[in-house]
């Protein structure tokens, strides 16, 4: 195996949460009781935690035990020293870079108990992160290069996606494997509004493992689905609503654009993993995966039951569950064991204020998913 600087780069979008703390006893049972004119809630503070693909994946998978450089841009203000200060306590600040044309990044997460979160985005600098800003000579020093959000990232999605498939396709040509994570674009924004399906159609073919939500998938790449599922009568969450003969199409449809290894996050309901053919991944001589447990697997893994009276956060449990997957994959762990560590840190995840505080470590994930039973189905043998 060659040996990297790094185990993976990973870049793209990064920015400061902010988390009003609700009390636990708030008793909430819908959006319109939180917005009320006039109606003062009082909180107990205010905590102000990194946010965003990089630090969220980045410092869960050093945590884990890889070696990674985080690749992001902040904004030189004081949210910017927030995110940079924050780093720095973890060392992994070495990749941040800082621009004085526009402020960092921030959300407003609005969490309060019995309702779903809701967040209030201001992308800042991320609007001007580009190409010029990816550390290729990083890339070229690691195993793997993990990139996200791009409908937050504005330089990405012009142009039809030209800088997303021309950094695709450039790491590609670098031999190193390639991976994606996704943000859900909003319908009304700038980003809602470009041709998705046409981007990813050019992107995908240079991407080995793609990672996002069944409304992130469904959405940018088949819309149609997305809002013909969206209104179909039932439940409130979108998730529940979509059968799993719709997850197994866009499944399909992904590994024959050119995707290597899917995972599909269903938040509640597990997760989707299928598969092609492996051959690339392990021909850049970084990966030692064994054919026989992942070629051409379609697994789902049911998510691994929460004790609510312990969840704190569930900010970010999506990025935990990637980390955790991409993790196990450097490691060489059989696609079983890949989509359990990642349902288990995206449930643990839940219990973390701070990610790399308070997430298990790789040995300690192990053990519970060793002690909680949580039986694989196997799709493609039925």
Not at 147 to 163: I, R, V
Not at 216 to 229: D, H, N, R, S
Not at 323 to 348: Q, S
Request: include cysteine.
């Amino acid at each position: 195996m060659n040996i990297k600087k790094y185990d993976a780069v990973i870049a793209g979008y990064i920015c400061v949460d902010m988390l009003p703390g609700f009390s636990k006893n708030d008793n909430f049972k819908n959006v319109a009781d939180l917005f009320i004119p006039g109606k003062l809630i009082e909180i107990e503070g205010m905590d102000f935690v990194l946010g965003g693909l990089v630090p969220n994946t980045g410092l869960a998978m050093k945590k884990l035990g890889k070696k990674v450089f985080l690749n992001g841009l902040t904004g030189d203000d004081f949210i910017g020293t927030i995110a940079i200060a924050s780093l720095n306590k973890y060392g992994a600040a070495e990749g941040i870079q800082m621009t004085k044309a526009s402020g960092t990044a921030f959300s407003i997460v609005l969490a309060p108990k019995g309702i779903d979160r809701i967040f209030l985005e201001s992308p800042g600098c991320n609007r001007f992160f580009d190409l010029t800003h990816i550390d290729f000579d990083a890339v070229a020093n690691s195993r793997l290069f993990h990139f996200g959000y791009p409908p937050l990232l504005k330089q990405f999605y012009l142009n039809n996606g030209q800088q997303l498939s021309e950094m695709y396709a450039k790491v590609k040509e670098m031999g190193i494997v390639t991976s994606l994570d996704f943000s859900l674009p909003d319908p009304d924004s700038e980003s809602g509004k470009v041709n998705w399906p046409e981007i990813m159609k050019n992107t995908l073919p240079f991407v080995d493992i793609f990672v996002p939500s069944i409304e992130e998938v469904l959405q940018t790449m088949i819309p149609e689905k997305y809002a013909e599922i969206d209104a179909m009568p039932g439940s409130d969450d979108f998730v529940d609503k979509v059968p799993v003969e719709t997850v197994r199409e866009v499944g399909k449809k992904m590994i024959d654009a050119g995707v290597k290894i899917l995972l599909i996050k269903m938040g509640h309901r597990g997760a989707y993993l299928i598969t092609g053919d492996i051959s690339d991944i392990n021909r850049t001589k970084a990966f030692t995966l064994a054919h026989k447990s992942w070629d051409h697997r379609e697994i789902w893994c049911n998510a691994y039951a929460a004790d609510h009276s312990k969840i704190v956060n569930a900010s970010g449990a999506g990025d935990t569950a990637v980390a955790a997957f991409l993790t196990a994959i450097l490691d060489g762990e059989p696609a079983e064991n890949a989509v359990k560590y990642a349902g288990m840190a995206g449930r643990d995840n839940l219990y973390c204020q701070n990610i790399y505080d308070d997430l298990s470590n790789w040995n300690q994930l192990t053990v519970n998913i060793n002690k909680e039973q949580n039986d694989l189905i196997f799709l493609n043998h039925e």
